[in-house]
């Protein structure tokens, strides 16, 4: 069953058309003999007993009078019907008056023993017997239609019978055969009717499936189901061709969004570029105007001067040289944010270890405990994450100026699969109220007199670590210290982070 | 002392700055004096001894053209270009300034032959001492060839 299943639809159909004709041609035929030989058999019977009758009537008087030479000559006019092989008429004690049998043919009188079992029925008016070669009858003989004095005893051969049967077997066989071949030719060619339509279909969804051209269609005018499956297909086949293209129309429409917001952007870049030099510029100059003329006049009548006019001219100075380093920073900030990333691997603790020893220096007069593993290594644009670390390390540094034992740690501790670095101080720390305020620019949480600063370093940072795809977050506790938490997101490349 | 005149060429259009390096140059060892144009053409003309500085002294060839890149008319960057271009300036030792650190100034400047970019710092201690190695610097310890060198060794 299985292996029919897995043979093309075609042999399927012819198989299944020729079984089908096949097995309803021979049950038509088989019948159709079965009924003939019944029939036959019937027609024999009635035809042999209306003879039987004829001669057993012919037969009373002779059978009464006990003449077997008139008994024989009756039973010889029954060898006139060649399928008779023999008869024989017994008296009512069953011995024979006469017998009739054609040369070759069995005695009658085995016959008679045979029919001996049967006498129990011979209250019926006659009866017949078919075996596999005869058919047997029996006929009493009357005496004026009540009293009966013998029987009549006919042995009919079915050679005819058979024979017919036979050239009905052949011819039917012949037929069968005929049929059947005549079934497979018009199967092979009625099949076609319903496979070429579903083997095209399979050609298109095949050639849909390798070349991915969705355009392609089946033409069929069929009102049927597999009209209608090609109709269903040609629908699909339009409802994906129109999602494609609605898809293909979408991803330009998009395409030439991004190409355009791109464009934006880069002039948005360039003018912010022009307006931040603009600004360098022309906020840098008068400032040195004043811190010049300042000084100008400091040192030309600075005797007509007394402390207070001194004191207030040296403030001003020091505010212009402050604003000076506020434009300088914000300038940074920008350029920080402007600037490409470059994405590699990067060792922080390398970085972290440059950027302690220079302040080393800087602090010679304290100790400092810098605590960091054997290497970090991330990924991301070197240059960037050394100012973020110098800003977040310089941090720790400043506002642990005050701890007796100051100790930094810059490390890493993963959560989620992801790794978090940061950066630990025991310093001055901070309360949690102004967490919100660290990241923003120009925001302080210590006065300049306390720990100098502009307020620009830790918006620095979050820059850089939001330019890497990161997050940065903070945690301190007043008098105890203070976290810098960052991540940096998940590219290596530059390729990785264009192709996201 | 030196033996020579040394003057250096500021071409500045701002006034206050040209006030305070006048101020940083004053009693400077080695430049005798700062001569002050306030725009590119006049730079070149001045270079060139051409227009209202023709029949300018030859010996008056400054040792250094400080260059402000914000000018009005033509910007230092195109003056570079000029100065670079000739064949009488193509060695005058041009030192861009700028209040701002422009990157892009600062690739096309070198790009240019600028032989060094400084930014002008707001403390005015910082800018004097600027212009105080400046002046040392180009006034002292380069040696220029001169203008019989050019013509003998070119």
Redesign the interface.
């Known amino acids: 069953m299985r292996a029919f299943k897995d043979m093309p639809i075609k042999h399927q159909l012819t198989v299944i058309i020729f079984v089908i004709s096949f097995v309803s041609l021979w049950i038509a035929c088989t019948a159709f003999v079965v009924y003939d030989r019944s029939a036959y058999k019937k027609n024999m019977v009635h035809e042999f007993t209306v003879l039987a009758r004829i001669v057993a009537s012919r037969s009373a008087t002779a059978v009464a009078y006990k003449d077997p030479y008139q008994v024989r000559q009756n039973l010889d006019s029954l060898g006139a019907n060649a399928s008779v092989i023999s008869s024989c008429i017994t008296d009512e004690y069953g011995d024979v008056v006469a017998m009739y049998s054609r040369q070759h043919a069995q005695p009658i009188e085995q016959t008679g023993q045979e029919l001996e079992g049967v006498e129990c029925l011979s209250n019926q008016p006659f009866i017949s017997r078919f075996t596999s070669q005869h058919l047997d009858l029996l006929q009493p003989v009357m005496w004026e239609e009540s009293q009966k004095i013998g029987e009549l005893h006919i042995r009919v051969d079915l050679g005819v019978l058979n024979k017919r049967f036979k050239v009905f077997s052949v011819v039917m066989l012949m037929i069968l055969l005929l049929a059947s071949f005549i079934a497979v030719i018009l199967s092979s060619k009625i099949q076609a009717i319903i496979s070429v339509p579903l083997l095209s279909l399979i050609d298109m969804a095949d050639k849909i499936t390798t070349n991915k051209d969705y355009s392609i269609r089946t033409q069929l005018d069929r009102e049927d189901e597999i009209g209608r499956l090609v109709n269903a297909f040609n629908t699909m086949l339009d409802t994906i061709e129109e999602q494609n293209r609605a898809l293909l129309e979408a991803k330009e429409n998009l395409q030439d969004e991004v190409e355009a917001r791109t464009a934006e952007l880069k002039n948005i870049n360039r003018e912010l570029e022009a307006f931040t030099y603009s600004v360098s510029h022309d906020l840098r100059s008068p400032l040195r105007s004043i811190d010049g003329f300042g000084a100008a006049l400091l040192e030309d009548c600075g005797e007509q001067l007394d402390e207070t006019g001194k004191d207030y001219l040296g403030r001003m100075r020091s505010a212009s040289q402050r604003m000076g380093k506020l434009i300088d920073s914000l300038l940074y900030l920008s350029r920080v944010s402007r600037q490409e990333v470059h994405f590699r691997a990067v060792d922080l603790v390398e970085i972290g270890n440059e950027v302690v020893d220079g302040l080393h220096e800087q602090y010679s007069e304290k100790k400092y405990e810098f605590v960091c593993p054997k290497n970090l290594v991330c990924f991301g644009d070197r240059a960037l994450l050394f100012i973020a670390l110098q800003n977040l390390i310089s941090n720790a540094w400043k506002y642990s100026a005050n701890t007796i034992q100051p100790r930094v740690e810059l490390g890493m501790v993963e959560r989620n699969g992801e790794q978090v670095f940061f950066v630990r101080d025991n310093g001055v720390g901070f309360d949690m109220k102004y967490v919100d305020k660290l990241f923003a620019p120009f925001q302080r949480l210590h006065g300049p007199d306390d720990f100098e600063g502009l307020g620009i370093g830790l918006a620095t940072v979050a820059r850089i670590v939001h330019r890497h795809g990161g997050e940065i977050w903070a945690e301190g506790i007043p008098g105890s210290g203070a976290v810098f938490y960052f991540t940096l997101g998940m590219y290596k490349t530059d390729d990785e982070r264009e192709q996201v | 002392m030196h033996e020579t005149y040394n003057c250096v060429l500021l071409v500045e259009d701002?006034a206050?700055?040209v006030?305070?390096a006048r101020?940083a140059f004053r009693n400077h060892p080695d430049i005798d004096e700062v001569i002050v144009v306030s725009d590119g053409p006049e730079a070149l003309e001045f270079l060139f001894r051409e227009g209202r500085y023709e029949g300018r002294d030859m010996t008056q060839q400054p040792v250094v053209t400080l260059l402000d890149i914000?000018l009005p008319k033509m910007s230092g960057l195109d003056v570079l270009m000029h100065i670079r271009g000739d064949e009488r300036t193509r060695f005058q030792p041009v030192v861009l300034m700028?209040?701002?650190?422009?990157e892009s100034d600062m690739v096309a400047g070198y790009n240019l032959g600028a032989n060094s970019y400084m930014q002008?710092?707001?403390?005015?201690?910082e800018?004097?001492q600027m212009m105080k190695l400046l002046g040392s610097y180009w006034g002292a310890l380069n040696k220029a060839p001169s203008r019989t060198d050019l013509e003998n060794y070119n």
Not at chain 2, 98 to 102: G, I, Y
Not at chain 2, 120 to 125: D, H, L, N, T, Y
Request: aromatic share 10%.
């Open positions: 701002n206050d700055d006030a305070l101020r914000k700028s209040s701002s650190k422009r002008k710092p707001v403390s005015f201690e800018f004097a």
